[in-house]
């Protein structure tokens, strides 16, 4: 939030999108959009007043009133469009979200591709958004269901997929009939900007998606709307939990996607090349910044000598800016998140962890002023230690050993957080016990990452979620809408009249 100076007057200004129009926000306070491999200042994003989320606001409100009566097939057409423009696009969009981002290239493409997927899911809208009818539930009289849009709802994403959290979003709240004011994060807005621009250019008529800019204040005033029917957020648990709330008592329906300490276990009998890569991929990707990094492995009976093969296939890891060819590992996404990643690594060492690889200041040739850190693995990683009770969202490993799956499932259970989980085995028994008895929302076997796609509902659950219903899948059509149940009954002249009823019974 820097008042802007001549050198900052220079970087493009972020639009908000209200009505259909990208417009320049009247905002005194601004703050930058940093490159983080290069901390060149590529955009400035505004924090909009007031009046311009009111404005954002009462045009979405008065979309609702002709779009949510149109036709469920001319929605669908729209995604089907919007699908097509970003194919098309997807190179521009990975190189614009790399750039703000810092993941490497290939992974921004596949930020996209995930977000994509729920834009195609939305195409079939047509078939998701089915009423159930029951005949003749009591003498000439049908029951039948109407599941209608809701009016405004709104969308909060945090910085780490800046593409497929907004489409997690947007696209199905539209689709289902509603209109939709979108905040994003304003660590990285210039890629979903772009996609706000694509829906546009695929039909999406003014006023039903809008995008306003803004932090702390701007999300308040979403919580506090009283036109603002449902809100979807991702990002951490404090702010969501705030968000859940706030808004709750405001009388919203409210889902929430929270943050994550996300355990695999390694039994011995696993695939162990395969299983290691795909844990390590599942920790180091993205720089450890997703809310289903693998943060925590849990080595099982013989597997717990496998330490230092993750240690020297770490150490194959590249560290280098997301858009050199053969990167794997970018940087952290700011300055502020560089300073608290190396905070915990210095305060695991405190704590008494064992660190068997230090990440901390790689040397990346021409990024000097990259925020940094390589793999980074602690074994002997208790309870009660920082790097274990917080979500590191960085490149760190945590290694615990346990005797047996029973000793295994039982830390991963003692552990607030539920939103992913995996288990590496080569046991169709112990996979299987490990999916009756975990207590998590999304389970992998042999899969590090296991993030549904969009037939099905991101289902993370316990500290990690908020609210009932999950993004996309069955689950978000019942998020969006409002259920209506229908009890009819025609007479014809054939009709035999019984009188007065006075009893509660259909007869
Ligand atoms: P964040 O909570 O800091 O920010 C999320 C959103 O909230 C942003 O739009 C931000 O502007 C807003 N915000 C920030 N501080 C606020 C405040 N004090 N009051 C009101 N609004 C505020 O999250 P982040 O750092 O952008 O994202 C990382 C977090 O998101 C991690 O905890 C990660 O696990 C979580 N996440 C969860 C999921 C999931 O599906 N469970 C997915 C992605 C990310």
Redesign the pocket.
Known sequence: MNAPTSAKVLAPTVKLLINGQMVESKTTQWRDVVNPATQEVLARVPFATPDEVNAAVANAKQAFKTWKKTPIGARARIFLKLQQLIRENMKELAALLTAEQGKTLPDAEGDVFRGLEVVEHAASIGNLQLGELANNVANGVDTYTLNQPLGVCAG??????PAM?PLWMFPMAIATGNTFIL?????DPIVTMRLAELALEAGVPPGVLNVIH???????AICDHPDIKAIS????????T??YNRASLNGKRVQC????KNHAIVMPDANKEQSLNALLGAAFGAAG????AVSVAVLVGEARNWIPDLVAKSKTLKVNGGTEPGTDVGPL?SCA?LSRVEGLIERGLADGATLELDGRKPEVAGYAKGNFVGPTIFSGVKPGMSIYEQ?V?GPVLCLVAAEDIDQAIEFINANPNG?GTAIFTQSGAAARKFQEEIDVGQVGINVPIPVPVPLFS?T?SRA??LGDLG?YGKQVVMFYTQTKTITARWFDDSTTSHGVNTTISLK
Do not use: L, Y
């Not at 909060?156 to 997929?161: C, D, E, R, V």
């Not at 905040?183 to 660590?187: D, G, I, T, V």
């Not at 957020?233 to 969501?240: C, D, Q, R, W």
């Open positions: 909060i994403t945090p910085f780490n997929f959290i905040k994003p994060s304003e660590q803004g932090g702390e204040d701007v999300v308040n957020f991702v990002g951490s648990t404090k702010v969501g705030h968000v996607m929270m943050g994550a910044q997703r809310c289903m996404v998140a979500e969202f939103n991101f993370g990690s979620k993004p």
